[in-house]
């Protein structure tokens, strides 16, 4: 069965440094997103892909934040000067179209120290 | 008004129980809905779509209610195997995004 693959499953980062969480979606979906959950709160929209541009953005999502598709397959976020509050799970998700389910990756946990 | 919202429980049911979760909304142009299950520290791994006539897929069971803006779940014979965080999801206005709520803990007990 197809699914969203994400890498690395967790990394540890220094305050002020940049970092790249990467994601590959399934295969023939076109709408990619990225979704933030803080531990034992609920899982947060960030950015939504499509067409290679942004097509919605949360209020979370500001400049330090950039998503990229740098080829055919890898869709990626990348936070420019991490902060200590930027700890948390990461999901990437897609889907084939809107305004159809979305199938999520198994996560990224990101660590801020 | 949140745009999602749950009750987070915990709802503790033996198995066997029937369980019933409910989700409200606030925008009512909102088009699809859906039913996520997670697991601890887990990713959300999708239930069940949810449509406008109501659907079910085994023991549980979804309905969709507009002129009062909720979705609800219904599970039935519960197993040990359904204690998990519920999430309820609804598409944006724009059509792009979905919106969670907190999500509803389920724990079955023996």
């Known amino acids: 069965e197809p699914e969203v693959t994400q890498t690395p499953s967790h990394q540890v980062t220094q305050m002020g440094q940049e970092v790249i969480l990467r994601c590959v979606p399934i295969?023939?979906?076109?709408?990619f997103y990225w979704y933030r959950q803080i531990l034992g709160q609920k899982v947060e929209f960030l950015v939504s892909?499509?067409?290679?541009?942004?097509?919605?953005k949360s209020e979370i999502f500001d400049d330090q934040f950039s998503v990229e598709r740098p080829d055919g397959s890898n869709f990626t976020l990348k936070i420019r000067s991490t902060k200590l509050e930027d700890s948390a799970m990461y999901f990437c998700a897609s889907r084939v179209r809107v305004p159809t389910e979305a199938f999520f990756g198994q996560g990224t946990r990101l660590t801020v120290v | 008004r949140k745009e999602v919202e749950q009750d987070p429980g915990p709802f503790n049911v033996p198995e066997g129980a029937t369980v019933a979760f409910n989700c409200t909304y606030s925008n009512s142009a909102s088009q699809s809905f859906f039913w996520y299950r997670q697991d601890c520290r887990k990713e959300p791994k999708l239930l069940m779509s949810v449509y406008s006539s109501g659907n079910e897929d085994g023991r549980f069971t979804a309905q969709l209610n507009r002129a009062s803006q909720y979705i609800s779940l219904l599970i039935r014979d519960s197993k040990l195997s359904d204690s998990a965080t519920y999430l309820c999801a609804v598409n944006s206005n724009s059509g792009y995004a979905l919106n969670f709520g907190k999500g509803t803990s389920l724990l079955v007990t023996p």
């Open positions: 892909f499509y067409n290679n541009e942004i097509s919605e």
């Open positions: 295969s023939n979906h076109l709408y």
